[in-house]
């Protein structure tokens, strides 16, 4: 038996050195999580306006439009990140006087991407890395790691934001040139965001709790908070489960007079301003932050 488990140790050994190797070159490329940690980390005490959100936000929210701004939203960020990134900051935000956070469709669910938590507990320690979980290593995240080595070798950089932590890449000419292959057409986008809602009420309660007790948190710190759902095209909007995107209404009626709800979904963007069907291009964001704080102004 001692023979035998021998064996096994002496094959198992070269892929441990490779896994061990792997992850430790894994984490030694930049990204927008270790971006976005450092920059609060040393900034923080300095942002006025925060944003959180998923992809809607890191894309359409432009922080140059907003006082002492700063993005850090992320692609699929879920409400519990949101609210775990604002408890562990908030305290030591000594000049922050308002929070954003951008709402979609795909909010409600962790249906997309949800292996991206391991992220969040490697980068930013939003969710403990042991006892060793699947979330503790990049190596266990094989899809993802394959997509971060392959962008990372073909541009030498995977941090993918800006010095204010918006999103790079997704503009017009990304458009034109049809590079991104996260560019899809509009019935792909709605199969990929689609909720059965009535069998997921759970989740659905959850993500709702999560944005409540961001709500709480800024009440307590005498912090405006703004919600707003982000725009989608008209023709994604018909093709997509009314029971869904009465959701937001939903989540606007429960916040009421804890927080400013905004409902941009059906405001005009210029053909051109659409990254896809539920992302706008940076140019555009532009234009549709500055219509932003004037409501929320």
Same mark, same amino acid.
């Given at each position: 038996?001692?023979?035998?488990?021998?064996?096994?140790?002496?094959?198992?050994?070269?892929?441990?050195?490779?896994?061990?190797?792997l992850e430790f070159v894994a984490e030694?490329?930049?990204?927008?999580?270790?971006?976005?940690?450092?920059?609060?980390?040393?900034?923080?005490?300095?942002?006025?306006?925060?944003?959180?959100?998923?992809?809607?936000?890191?894309?359409?929210?432009?922080?140059?439009?907003?006082? *002492? *701004?700063?993005?850090?939203?992320?692609?699929?960020?879920?409400?519990?990140?949101?609210?775990?990134?604002?408890?562990?900051?908030?305290?030591?935000?000594?000049?922050?006087?308002?929070?954003?956070?951008?709402?979609?469709?795909?909010?409600?669910?962790?249906?997309?991407?949800?292996?991206?938590?391991?992220?969040?507990?490697?980068?930013?320690?939003?969710?403990?890395?042991?006892?060793?979980?699947?979330?503790?290593?990049?190596?266990?995240?094989?899809?993802?790691?394959?997509?971060?080595?392959?962008?990372?070798?073909?541009?030498?950089?995977?941090?993918?934001?800006?010095?204010?932590?918006?999103?790079?890449?997704?503009?017009?000419?990304?458009? *034109?040139?049809?590079?991104?292959?996260?560019?899809?057409?509009?019935?792909?986008?709605?199969?990929?965001?689609?909720?059965?809602? !009535?069998?997921?009420?759970?989740?659905? !309660?959850?993500?709702?709790?999560?944005?409540?007790?961001? *709500?709480?948190?800024?009440? !307590?710190?005498?912090?405006?908070?703004?919600?707003?759902?982000?725009?989608?095209?008209?023709?994604?909007?018909?093709?997509?489960?009314?029971?869904?995107?009465?959701?937001?209404?939903?989540?606007?009626?429960?916040?009421?007079?804890?927080?400013?709800?905004?409902?941009?979904?059906?405001?005009?963007?210029?053909?051109?301003?659409?990254?896809? !069907?539920?992302?706008?291009?940076?140019?555009?964001?532009?234009?549709?932050?500055?219509?932003?704080?004037?409501?929320?102004?």
């Amino acid at each position: 038996m001692k023979k035998f488990l021998r064996h096994i140790a002496l094959f198992l050994l070269p892929l441990l050195i490779v896994a061990v190797a792997l992850e430790f070159v894994a984490e030694s490329i930049p990204n927008s999580y270790t971006y976005k940690r450092d920059y609060m980390a040393h900034h923080g005490s300095q942002i006025r306006t925060l944003i959180l959100g998923s992809s809607y936000a890191y894309d359409g929210l432009n922080p140059s439009e907003m006082p *002492a *701004a700063f993005n850090l939203a992320n692609s699929s960020q879920t409400p519990e990140d949101d609210y775990r990134l604002l408890a562990r900051y908030i305290d030591s935000m000594d000049s922050l006087q308002t929070v954003i956070i951008g709402v979609g469709t795909g909010t409600w669910t962790d249906v997309s991407e949800a292996q991206r938590r391991t992220y969040y507990t490697i980068y930013m320690d939003l969710y403990p890395r042991w006892p060793i979980n699947r979330n503790s290593m990049e190596v266990f995240n094989l899809e993802l790691l394959t997509k971060k080595i392959i962008k990372y070798a073909l541009s030498r950089d995977v941090t993918r934001c800006d010095s204010l932590g918006q999103r790079i890449g997704h503009d017009s000419l990304a458009v *034109a040139q049809g590079a991104e292959f996260w560019n899809k057409d509009i019935a792909s986008l709605v199969a990929n965001d689609w909720v059965d809602v !009535a069998h997921s009420q759970k989740e659905i !309660a959850r993500n709702v709790s999560f944005i409540d007790s961001i *709500a709480s948190l800024c009440v !307590a710190h005498d912090v405006r908070l703004a919600v707003v759902a982000m725009p989608a095209m008209e023709a994604y909007r018909q093709q997509m489960p009314k029971e869904q995107l009465a959701l937001t209404d939903s989540l606007f009626v429960h916040l009421s007079g804890r927080a400013q709800c905004i409902d941009a979904s059906a405001w005009e963007i210029p053909d051109e301003g659409w990254y896809n !069907a539920t992302h706008l291009t940076r140019e555009a964001s532009v234009d549709f932050t500055r219509l932003l704080m004037d409501s929320i102004l």
